[in-house]
């Protein structure tokens, strides 16, 4: 078969014009959408889900589409924008709100949609806008039925239209047929995927001359060639009004392409089998599809080898929640194709893992992280000082600025900057808040202090107070363990990390373990790092592969060691941080020229900053002021101690 003639040289792959809205997607599985009590919040929209789905497999895509000026359009632009999808031509609404769809999944059958989208900011985008020169630098422009289907969109897409083609563009067309948009069913019933209507078909057929490939379900194509119930007779009502490669979906089948004369039956033509896994979800399918097609074609690939990305990159959508997010990434899509295949996509560990690790995240390749997350040693810090602990608070929101003055003073500490503080609501609660939102790295503990064996901060089930965090506060959880513990001790310490492990992959923050051995496990002179290298590959050994670790200082043999165990075992993590322990300033300075290896990306230190001038100023002998000019410029210190140690 003969490829698809996409222009070389250009700046972006593939633009994607269409709808772009916020998805709302039940947290409950197997209940009416009446009866759903909470929902997840995702980019949805087919275009938006498309241009998603390419960027994430590597290819330059860009959005055309509009949002309202609110917070669910902001929502949406910075999604696509993290994605690494081009978002310059995204029009900005006035007056009208972003789009928003509520979709439920019943069962393997049952996916109901609710289209919140009455006069919504999508289905306006301004014709007079789109811009040539954007255009030109376009290899593919793709553009989905919806946006064919009102007098506004269609002028959009009729002048997108004849600016790829007049710049030798392909043009796509996901036909993505929803009756609802159309105006053929009740406004509730966003569920139902097929209507025939002969006006529908006819309009379609008026555009299809301007595509160069078509892409639909046997749905879609009877919508778009007209005759009931006869696929073929579709197919070649549709060839008579266009010469474009058409890709028939068909499920668990696969897909069918046709290029040319269309043949007596759907199997003459060149097929590409579906993969055999059970269905979650089917929301979202259809997106995933088609950017692994268009990933493959793209990339210069036949259109078996396409069709078989497409393939799969469908049937690892269907076993997961939600369509966006749901996106395979081409380390997913490696693992797949190696012949790890499994039935239920979503229950194979390394597959999940891949999914939360080679997605495109926030870099930190350094972390200059203060810690004040401790609890008991700032009480004690107040009963030393004879303060009230009701001070505690304010000494911690005054570290936040301590920080924030550092990130506004010293240009080379911006994006490595971050916090651990606690939740406590008579502690740390304030600074936490304050600190989130700021682009600072936020951890968060979540372990009982001084708990061995482990326990949670004020829970019995961790996984609840999860829920509540936003995504951006990472776990963080120290464990005080060794090597030489008792087997009973080893297994309820385990199942705690265990528990931990399982509902951060649930509520998709990130993990920092901080291991510890306890007092007392380590002779004189030992610096414990055998120790924690046994104990973190005893973690591995268990399936947990949290995104940082936390260690004490080391010696430059044992950072060796961990840096390999971690580039076997998981070579996604971030990296490895180095704690503090109350150790003297120049001590600390003096055991970071140690850590040489790749694997340590800075140190997240507390004590060795702040105890001594907060107790000072506990006290009433330093001010606000004199307390952060004490604890910045022993910040500031361990900084240039540790940048000295990355120079040498």
């Known amino acids: 078969m003969r490829k698809l003639p ?4 250009r700046k972006f792959d593939i633009a994607c014009l269409g709808r772009l809205a916020v998805d709302l997607y039940a947290d409950q599985i197997g209940c009416s959408l009446e009866d759903a009590s909470s929902f997840s919040k995702y980019l949805g ?8 789905g390419t960027a994430r497999l590597g290819l330059a895509s860009a959005m055309i ?5 609110e917070q669910n359009g902001r929502f949406l632009l910075n999604t696509l924008q993290n994605e690494g999808c081009d978002i310059s031509q995204v029009q900005i609404d006035p007056q009208r709100l972003t789009g928003m769809v509520l979709l439920g999944i019943k069962d393997q059958h049952t996916f109901p949609l609710l289209f919140a989208r009455e006069n919504c900011a999508d289905m306006a985008i301004d014709a007079e806008v789109i811009d040539e020169t954007f255009i030109s630098n376009c290899r593919s422009l793709l553009i989905t039925g919806t946006h064919l289907s009102t007098p506004t969109v ?11 083609g007049k710049h030798g563009a392909i043009r796509v067309l996901d036909i993505d047929y929803r009756p609802v948009l159309w105006g053929l069913t009740s406004r509730g019933d966003g569920e139902t995927r097929y209507i025939e209507n002969e006006a529908v078909s006819r309009h379609l057929q008026e555009q299809l001359g301007q595509f160069e490939l078509i892409i639909g379900t046997e749905e879609e194509w009877a919508i778009a060639g007209g005759v009931e119930g006869d696929l073929m007779a579709c197919l070649r009502r549709a060839r008579e009004c266009t010469d474009a ?6 499920g668990a089948l696969g897909c069918s392409i046709i290029e040319g004369a269309v043949p007596a039956s759907i199997d003459d033509a060149i097929t590409v089998l579906g993969e055999r896994i059970e269905v979650l979800n089917v929301l979202g399918a259809g997106d995933a599809f088609a950017s692994g097609l268009l990933a493959g074609l793209l990339r210069d690939k036949d259109w078996q080898e396409s069709a078989a990305i497409a393939n799969a990159c469908g049937a690892i959508v269907v076993s997961r929640h939600g369509c966006a997010p749901a996106m395979p990434t081409p380390a997913e899509l490696e693992h797949w194709f190696s012949g790890n295949r499994h039935p239920r996509p979503d229950q194979d560990p390394q597959l999940a893992h891949l999914h939360r690790v080679s997605i495109k995240r926030k870099d930190w390749p350094e972390l200059l992280v203060l810690a004040y997350d401790h609890r008991s040693q700032f009480d004690a810090l107040a009963a030393e000082a004879g303060a009230e602990p009701a001070l505690l608070p304010r000494l911690k929101l005054l570290l936040n600025d301590v920080v924030a003055a550092i990130e506004k003073d010293e240009p080379e500490c911006r994006g490595k900057l971050g916090v651990l503080v606690d939740g406590r609501p008579a502690l740390g609660e304030k600074a936490l808040h304050a600190a989130t939102g700021r682009g600072w790295w936020v951890g968060r503990p979540v372990e009982e202090p001084g708990s061995r064996p482990l326990s949670f901060d004020g829970t019995h089930s961790i996984a609840t107070q999860l829920r509540h965090w936003p995504l951006e506060q990472v776990v963080k959880c120290l464990v005080f363990i060794h090597p030489d513990d008792s087997n009973t001790l080893r297994a309820e310490q385990m199942e705690r990390i265990q528990e931990l492990w399982e509902a951060t992959r649930e509520s998709r923050h990130e993990l920092l373990l901080e291991v510890i051995p306890p007092a007392g496990s380590l002779s004189a002179g030992d610096d414990g790092g055998e120790a924690v290298v046994t104990t973190i590959r005893q973690f591995y050994d268990a399936g947990i592969k949290p995104e940082w670790w936390k260690v004490g200082t080391m010696s430059a043999a044992h950072w060796e060691k961990l840096d390999t165990l971690v580039r076997e075992r998981d070579p996604y993590c971030r990296g490895a941080v180095i704690l503090g322990l109350a150790q003297p300033l120049d001590q600390l300075v003096a055991a970071f020229s140690e850590a040489r290896s790749s694997i340590v990306k800075g140190f997240m230190v507390g004590r060795s900053v702040w105890a001594e001038p907060g107790l000072a100023w506990l006290r009433g002998e330093l001010d606000d002021a004199g307390f952060q000019q004490q604890a910045a410029t022993n910040f500031l210190s361990l900084i240039h101690g540790w940048q000295s140690r990355t120079l040498s």
Do not use: D, H, T, Y
């Open 154 to 164: 269609l002028a959009a897409s009729r002048r997108a239209l004849e600016l790829a």
């Open 6 to 9: 996409f222009p070389a040289g």
């Open 65 to 69: 589409s509009r949002v309202g000026n």
């Open 45 to 52: 929209g087919s275009s938006a889900n498309i241009a998603f």
């Open 245 to 250: 490669a058409f890709v028939v979906k068909r």
